[in-house]
């Protein structure tokens, strides 16, 4: 039957049609876009050491004269293994190293932690990964080593505003936190997890350390968020 002038099939006007169209792939696109949004999220990692306590500064950060740098490594490794697993997400969207004082870690322990975050999800060669630089801790040679672990930028962490770490932050991405006192907001998969979660890490580093050796993490709150929270 040969179709009326203006009519769909199914006798439906074409305008009609059109308009319902653009809807429904705005609806597609739209949900496209929450799983993608979904499917990644920043990382952000705590080095929680510092040369000395500056009377200032509420930051979680611990003088250690013999930081056992080992174990540190070891622990991190662990929980971003634990969370990316927990997590399930796709990809890494930045990568951002804090504290503390961050440039006291061995560029040995960055260059295994991207090694660690690549082998749970995709970190795509232009990933931003930054590095919190204290200028007193970080010589010319030591700045190199990071870059050859991976790091392609470096920040004195004031008013870091303009890092995509920050802006995942700021749009209610998902973060996922790691390392003493760090925070993450992200939705636990393997848990059956709908909703996210914000959670805080054990603030102590030995207390943190011996928790990560005994359960994989040492996430010691967790509150899930609501629509709104998020
Ligand atoms: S985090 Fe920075 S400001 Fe705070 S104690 Fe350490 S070096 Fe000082």
Redesign the pocket.
């Known amino acids: 039957m040969a179709l009326s002038r203006g009519r769909a099939a199914g006798g439906w006007p074409v305008s009609l049609c059109r308009r319902f169209m653009t809807v429904w792939r705005k609806l597609e696109s739209g949900s496209e876009e929450e799983e993608e949004k979904e499917a990644a999220a920043a990382v952000y990692v705590h080095w929680p050491y510092?040369?000395?306590?500056?009377t200032?500064?509420n930051?979680n950060?611990y003088v250690k004269p013999a930081v056992d740098h080992d174990l540190m490594q070891q622990c991190l490794v662990r929980e971003s293994e634990t969370l990316l697993h927990l997590s399930q997400i796709k990809r890494i969207s930045s990568v951002y190293f804090g504290?503390?004082?961050p440039s006291l870690a061995k560029p040995a322990t960055i260059a295994k932690l991207l090694e660690t975050f690549s082998k749970c999800a995709q970190l795509p060669d232009d990933t931003e990964v930054t590095l919190e630089v204290?200028p007193t801790s970080a010589g010319a040679s030591k700045l190199a080593e990071f870059r050859s672990a991976g790091v392609n930028r470096f920040s004195l962490?004031i008013q870091d505003a303009v890092s995509n770490h920050n802006l995942m932050y700021w749009r209610g991405r998902q973060y996922i936190g790691i390392g003493p006192g760090a925070h993450g907001r992200f939705r636990p998969s393997t848990e059956g997890g709908a909703q996210r979660e914000a959670r805080v890490q054990t603030l102590e580093p030995d207390v943190w350390m011996m928790e990560v050796k005994n359960s994989g993490h040492g996430t010691r709150k967790r509150v899930r968020l609501t629509q709104l929270d998020v």
């Open positions: 510092c040369q000395r306590r500056c200032y500064c930051f950060k504290g503390g004082t204290n962490g």
